[in-house]
């Protein structure tokens, strides 16, 4: 079988299966039609409606079924759905788009997969300019003030919030500045959250974040904020990269009924990053 029907086949794989864009990363052994396919790896997009306890099952089917088609001995397939940022940022980088059922929605994805991994970067640079200071200097001792300075305006940004929580909501919704305004707010506390989550995975080495909402189940591992805590603003993490880049797509209610319910839990959160700062408090 030559190659072009080895694409065929794979392209019918794709139509049949719930896969919404596909990338492939190999070589082929000749430029000749009648070539094989060497070293591929393949990386899938499964489309919104397959639940995450089907990427496993659907990674092992694609598998098999792509040894098949493409007679090859082995290959490697990747999941983009569940993929670390950087996974998919290196695979729009220096894959070759192999099928795609949506072009429209493909490049969506793309441009957002390639802002949340440039925006998370920052974080990641942080962690590694702290690595290697603690290298440099065999310990990285915590700057209790300028925590502090975090945790001061994350109150701050909160008690503006607070004033946008007494609006109701038929006021909220017929008013596009108050909506802007508790957007912007709502970003500005997510980064302040996240960014001195960082600062204490740097500062302490603890394991290394793939995504935002690794950040502060990191630090909750290691008593900073309760676990509770932490899995209650997981809602941040995800409303926070839709405010970043696609503000348009955030739903009004749901940042009212973020402004009404998380407020709490920002100031918890302050209370227990202090509380953690305090020597009589801290776990060795």
């Known amino acids: 079988m030559d190659l072009f029907e080895k694409q065929a086949q794979v392209q019918e794989l794709f139509i049949a299966s719930p896969v919404n864009a596909a990338y492939s990363h190999g070589t082929t052994t000749s430029r000749q039609i009648a070539g094989h396919y060497n070293d591929l790896g393949v990386a899938v997009l499964l489309l919104d409606q397959v639940k995450p306890n089907e990427f496993f099952d659907y990674q092992m089917y694609l598998m098999g079924e792509l040894v098949k088609r493409l007679e090859m001995p082995q290959?490697?397939?990747?999941?983009?759905?569940?993929?670390?940022?950087?996974?998919r940022f290196n695979v729009i980088r220096t894959y070759q788009l192999l099928y795609q059922r949506d072009q429209k929605g493909r490049v969506a994805w793309e441009m957002r997969a390639v802002m949340d991994w440039l925006d998370f970067k920052k974080y990641d640079e942080m962690q590694s300019k702290a690595l290697a200071e603690r290298i440099r200097s065999e310990r990285f001792a915590i700057d209790a003030e300028y925590v502090g300075k975090r945790l001061q305006r994350l109150r701050e940004y909160t008690d503006l919030l607070r004033g946008l929580s007494g609006v109701s909501r038929e006021k909220f919704r017929a008013e596009p500045n108050l909506y802007a305004l508790a957007q912007w707010y709502l970003t500005q506390v997510a980064d302040l959250c996240f960014g001195t989550g960082v600062y204490f995975i740097s500062a302490l080495g603890l394991d290394k974040p793939e995504a935002y909402h690794d950040i502060l189940d990191v630090i909750a591992k290691h008593g900073v904020v309760e676990k509770n805590l932490a899995y209650r603003l997981e809602t941040l993490a995800n409303m926070r990269n839709l405010l970043?880049?696609?503000?348009?797509?955030?739903?009004?209610?749901?940042?009212?009924?973020?402004?009404?319910?998380?407020?709490?839990?920002?100031?918890?959160?302050?209370?227990?990053?202090?509380?953690?700062?305090?020597?009589?408090?801290?776990?060795?």
């Open 75 to 87: 290959l490697d397939v990747v999941i983009l759905n569940n993929a670390s940022l950087m996974q």
């Open 244 to 284: 970043a880049f696609d503000k348009e797509l955030s739903d009004i209610d749901e940042i009212y009924g973020l402004i009404q319910t998380r407020l709490d839990d920002l100031e918890l959160f302050a209370k227990q990053v202090e509380a953690y700062l305090a020597p009589e408090t801290r776990p060795e």
